[in-house]
């Protein structure tokens, strides 16, 4: 082991002294790795910053996992024997009902530790009227507590506090402008079932979402139950989960244990996560194409190399050293161009990144793990090393005295 790591010194030893006689082609090569590196860097927590910003904005107003009672069927009654049954069947329009023994269900999902949060909510469509002022809104029942958990409320709040309870409601900030309404108003609210409330503006909240802070109207989950016909029942219980992109798994796991329609926000949010994978389609081919050009430009300096010293590989190989050992002194020079070119690479992307967060346009927040920096550094030497096998078979390949006879 001893003699393993003294030939490697002296490898090493003379890779660095080619590198250092030839200066100039050592410094442009190893700056090209770092730009290429600094690009991969920079565009990869580009990307990422951009994607969570999206996610978070999507689930800021949203469950993870939503479960719901299951679609009505019509009942089609079977033919008789022997004969044949044509049937047109038009779906069958669902009213609003409560899902069965949604207590129980609560409580099974409490204790599941897949799930952060469970929040059951009562919700259904209504009209909101001030004076002439008339607007469809969608009333959401909830226990204020468990459903801070799903949607953090009191973050989104502009004015006023966060409660509801005895005709007390919380309503969205493109609804308060559309009615003319703020904090202390009052606000009468019609369902078309004979079961109106006048009710009190205690807050308003700006969700981000033009169509929720128009539509929303928060209220205490008892008083929606009542005005919406459905006692002591609710229509919709919402999940939270940690690892947010096995929401489809983990909704089929829930759909199969309570027997419920489970939706996940990748469902519901198709668009965006096909904008997503696109994303991360085009970043991998941006890093793909980065390291070509990288390993291309790390190959064509080794192999000036090889041609330039020729006699010196010829000398040594006269010397005793092995093809192999021939063949490492050029692999541990392309190890090196990656290593170094990473370094400068990463220290640029961090002054990329620091500029784009002071003086970009604030839209989101690029951060830049240790893990990223350490995989572009893996990468790039990795890379090197793979671009120098070329030219250090052909160095290792050399005859002794043809390559002493080179002029």
């Not at 609710?234 to 929401?247: H, K, P, R, S, Y």
Request: net charge neutral; hydrophobic share 50%; aromatic share 6%.
């Amino acid at each position: 082991m001893k003699n393993f790591f003294g030939r490697l010194w002296i490898e090493a030893t003379i890779a660095m002294s080619f590198l250092r006689e030839g200066r100039a082609q050592s410094l442009m090569i190893t700056v090209g790795v770092a730009v290429g590196v600094a690009v991969i860097i920079f565009i990869t927590a580009l990307v990422q910053g951009l994607q969570s910003n999206l996610i978070e904005n999507t689930l800021g107003t949203q469950a993870h996992i939503r479960l719901l009672s299951p679609d009505e069927v019509n009942r089609v009654i079977p033919p008789k024997a022997g004969t044949v049954q044509l049937v047109q069947e038009d779906k069958r329009p669902q009213r609003l009902r409560s899902i069965n023994n949604w207590q129980q269900v609560t409580t099974t999902l409490d204790q599941l530790p897949l799930l952060t949060a469970v929040s059951p909510t009562v919700s259904g469509p209504a009209f909101v009227r001030r004076g002439d002022a008339l607007e469809s809104v969608a009333l959401v029942g909830t226990d204020l507590e468990r459903y801070q958990k799903i949607i953090p409320l009191e973050e989104y709040l502009i004015s006023g506090e966060l409660r509801v309870g005895a005709d007390d409601v919380l309503i969205g900030s493109e609804l308060a402008k559309n009615l003319g309404v703020q904090v202390g108003s009052k606000l009468r609210i019609e369902t078309g079932q004979q079961n109106n409330a006048v009710v009190n503006i205690v807050g308003i909240f700006d969700l981000g979402v033009r169509e929720l802070d128009a539509r929303y109207v928060y209220l205490d989950l008892k008083q929606a139950q009542s005005l919406l016909s459905l006692p002591g029942g609710v229509t919709v219980i919402d999940l939270t989960i940690a690892d947010i992109f096995a929401a489809e798994d983990i909704a089929a796991q829930v759909g199969r244990l309570t027997s419920l329609q489970a939706e996940s926000w990748i469902e519901t949010n198709s668009q965006l996560m096909n904008a997503l994978s696109a994303q991360s389609l085009s970043t991998n081919m941006i890093i793909v194409f980065v390291a070509i050009s990288v390993a291309f430009g790390i190959a064509s300096v080794l192999s000036v190399s090889v041609v330039q010293r020729t006699r010196e590989i010829g000398i040594l190989r006269a010397t005793g050293a092995t093809r192999q050992q021939i063949l490492r002194i050029f692999l541990i020079q392309g190890a090196v161009f990656g290593l170094l070119g990473s370094m400068l690479g990463s220290v640029a992307s961090y002054a990329l990144v620091w500029v784009f967060n002071t003086f970009g346009p604030g839209l989101f927040y690029i951060p830049v793990s240790a893990n990223l920096i350490m995989l572009a550094m893996l990468l790039a030497t990795l890379t090197g090393i793979l671009a120098a096998a070329i030219p250090s078979r052909r160095a290792a390949a050399l005859d002794p005295v043809v390559a002493i006879r080179y002029v």
